[in-house]
């Protein structure tokens, strides 16, 4: 999305079909690869997934607990990015960026930095991503985070009506939306009720593994590469820009795509060949180190690109900040993120520890 092309340029594909050279990448399943959009989706179902495996097992902690321990989980990096963007912009921001594409240049560190714009970063209101643009679905993923042992309970009690309910309100947000005029902070409140759907498919599924994996495991090799590619198609429909879906015909391929997101999970709790590859030492190091990698990726690409921007190509520039994003993913991920998770538990911790003794004096 750095480059020009992306998501500016996916009309123009469609219009244009095969005869585009870029069109292998963003209209076929190779899309996949650089499509924020879906990656963004699946990470919302995975949430659900895993969530729900943490509120229902025999050592579950209690709401307020689990509350803190997800709060700080997700919002100690982040503020730490935030920082980190700050510091960096103050420096760097008023350099251009030739060639870069219009969503990088009007969605990273183009705002003024003022005292007003951090605060409402690190308030993650919704109305501010200037610093970190991929903060917008942490946004969506705390706030629904608050409500998930709710949702929970409601899916454990009436899966079919949750899934339906939640359907239905996703709808109805895009519908408010796609009428427009409304105050940042709402807007971006109806943007979360339209996730919230995601989650209850993950829900769904770890609830359900057992009986997945049962069904899943008579299935032929032919039946589930099947599903496999049902899976990826599905995933490659989703909308350009799911961080602002205001039309029934992208709600309508956005929740294509969540069902798409679900399925590939579901593939992935057989076992099997998926699971032997995720196990493997790169993509276990990538799972590590991926939410830091999601939080500073695009900080470190605004960095490099706006440091030598006009000393070296673009192209090179960016070629730098890939393994450079890592490195300070790996670092992030060790110095900050793991800090912040032990944080996490001992404040959690306290939280039930007094709520047990309130327990037995009362």
Known sequence: MTFPGGGEQRDLLLSRGFAAPEAWLYLTPL???????????????????????????DRAPSYGAFAVSRFVRIWHPFAV???????????LADRTAPGTSAWFMLGTWH???????????????????????????????????????????????????????????????IAIIGGGGLPGLVMSCLQTGTYVYFFVIGIMLATRTDE?????????????????????????????????????CDGALLLVSGAGAGLMIALCVIGGAAERVLLARIPRFLGRISYSLYLTHLIVIAAVVHAFAGAVPLAAALAAALPLSLL??????RFVEAPGQQLGKRLAAGVDRRRYTATALG
Do not use: Y
């Not at 599903?227 to 909308?239: G, N």
């Open 328 to 333: 300070v993913a790996d670092l992030c991920q």
């Open 31 to 57: 899309r996949l690869a650089v499509s924020g959009p879906a990656a963004v989706l699946l990470f919302f179902v995975l949430s659900g997934f895993v969530l729900t495996k943490s509120v229902t097992s």
């Open 212 to 248: 997945i994996r049962a069904r899943l495991t008579s299935w032929s090799k032919w039946a589930i590469a099947g599903l496999w590619i049902v899976a990826l198609a599905a995933l490659t429909l989703a909308p350009p820009d799911t961080s602002h879906v205001t039309t029934f």
């Open 111 to 173: 705002e003024p930095l003022t005292l007003g714009s951090v605060g409402r970063h690190l308030a993650m209101t919704g109305t501010a991503t200037d610093l970190d643009n991929p903060m917008w679905s942490l946004v969506h993923e705390l706030r629904i985070s608050l409500l998930f042992p709710l949702l929970v309970l409601l899916t454990l009690r009436a899966r079919g009506l949750t899934l339906a309910a939640t359907l239905l309100m996703s709808f109805a947000c």
């Open 81 to 91: 990015a935030i920082a980190a963007s700050v510091l960096l912009s103050s420096f």
